[in-house]
């Protein structure tokens, strides 16, 4: 019998110059249907001005208890940031 | 609005994981699809999000019923607007309660066979066109002041969907009390009509809020949770509050004997509804809930063949790019 049509993610370009911004799923029967029904369910009201499908299940993301491995050695690599180095006022703008 | 008596699953959890959980919550983060969250969790929010899904779903049906009907053109396409909207506001709920894992066609199914509920406001007829003023003025009126606080749920899939719908309800409302402006500068017949609208649908609108605070025994859990954020007489007492002069600005009057300022409370007090009314709407025993899950099956079943069409057709085209591809 009935067969679910696949999940699909969808991405959003607001205006241009931005990135392509997740806004939601919807389901459709392929990827062009897909952009179709987009266009009806999340750009109503002139949100977009491009729009990107992946269908949901092609989509590999990373696991929520990866997160301390992952990002924590980030955190304490303070000298990647601009603010790490003192440079006298002298100097001028930098 | 449109999830009432969202009854709380108990949940059977490790109890160091809950209270991790928990910690987590208080702390104002959000709760995405793949973390580990409790099981009474996630049932209750497949429930209430489902629920919400199937009221913006469900609650085209009586607005629908005035599109061809629309006194002007201009009235037919704003309210055509609104409905799609709605039809809108169901999937991006639909897409949330995915998240939860339960399928949308699972989904449907529980509203047919009356597992899933969905509002009962929409279960009274829409019976003259200043009913379509009445519904956008007071029904909406009411779903914004739930869902406005929901925008800050604990379930991100679930408060993203919330601030896409309050962007976009707010038109609805206005919509509504427009055409009420309308009526009331009319003829005595179109003041008369305005003024029964307002009469039929007073107490269907404050039942959107469930029951009392008093009889409402599934708040506790989910406000722990922050899957429900206000109780339901704070939010129906604010929709008092804020509806009174709005009714006044109309010159209609709200048909409650005891609708009073009260100067010590800072608020109006009111009749509560009927709340056996209430129930057996629930239950299934309103005026339309019988047409409205009629009309919900027969859209499934004569849209079947459709679904299956279009799923057969994207496959074949897929089937002739993969042997185009392999020639």
Redesign the interface.
């Known amino acids: 019998m ?4 696949p ?1 699909w993610e969808i991405f959003i370009r607001g205006q241009h110059g931005m990135s392509h911004r997740h ?5 459709a ?2 990827a062009e ?1 897909a952009i179709k029904n987009a266009r ?2 999340y750009t ?2 002139n949100e977009g001005v491009s729009i990107w499908v992946v269908e949901a299940e092609k989509i590999t ?1 990373s ?2 208890s990866d997160k301390g491995p992952m990002y924590d050695p980030a955190r304490d690599k303070i000298y990647r940031h601009p603010s790490f180095y003192d440079i006298p006022d002298e100097v001028g703008k930098m | 609005m449109y999830a009432q008596m969202i009854k709380s699953e108990a949940t059977e959890d490790d109890p160091q994981r809950l209270a991790e959980f928990q910690a987590r919550i208080d702390a104002g983060e959000k709760i995405e699809p793949k973390d580990w969250m409790p099981e009474g969790y996630r049932k209750t929010l497949i429930r209430q999000i489902g629920q919400h899904a199937h009221s913006e779903i469900v609650g085209q049906l009586p607005e629908g019923n005035w599109i061809t009907r629309a006194p002007t053109l201009e009235r037919k396409t704003n309210l055509l607007a609104k409905v799609q909207d709605e039809a809108g506001h169901g999937l991006y709920l639909y897409c949330a309660a995915e998240t939860l894992g339960v399928s949308r066609d699972e989904m449907t199914e529980m509203l047919l066979d009356g597992r899933m509920k969905y509002s009962s406001i929409f279960n009274y007829p829409t019976l003259t066109w200043a009913d379509m003023g009445a519904v956008g003025w007071l029904v909406d009126g009411a779903a914004i002041m739930n869902q406005v606080p929901l925008q800050r749920t604990s379930y991100g899939p679930y408060a993203r969907s919330m601030v896409r719908i309050c962007k976009e309800e707010s038109f609805h409302q206005r919509q509504g009390f427009h055409i009420m402006m309308a009526m009331v500068k009319g003829t005595e017949a179109q003041k008369r009509m305005a003024q029964d609208a307002l009469n039929r649908m007073w107490f269907p609108a404050l039942m959107m809020f469930g029951p009392s605070d008093k009889d409402s025994v599934h708040s506790s859990q989910s406000m722990a949770w922050k899957i429900k954020m206000n109780t339901n007489d704070e939010l129906r007492q604010k929709f008092v509050d804020e509806t009174k002069p709005q009714a006044d600005y109309l010159g209609l009057t709200i048909p409650d004997e005891n609708l009073k300022w009260n100067e010590e409370t800072g608020h109006y007090d009111y009749t509560e509804p009927d709340w056996n009314e209430f129930f057996e709407v629930i239950k299934g025993n309103g005026p339309c809930n019988a047409d409205r899950i009629e009309a919900r099956q027969k859209a499934w079943n004569e849209g079947a063949w459709v679904r299956d069409a279009m799923m057969a057709h994207a496959e074949k085209k897929r089937g002739a790019k993969a042997n185009g591809a392999a020639q």
């Open positions: 009935s067969k679910e049509w999940l806004v939601g799923s919807l389901h029967t392929d249907h009806d369910v109503r009201r993301s696991s929520p």
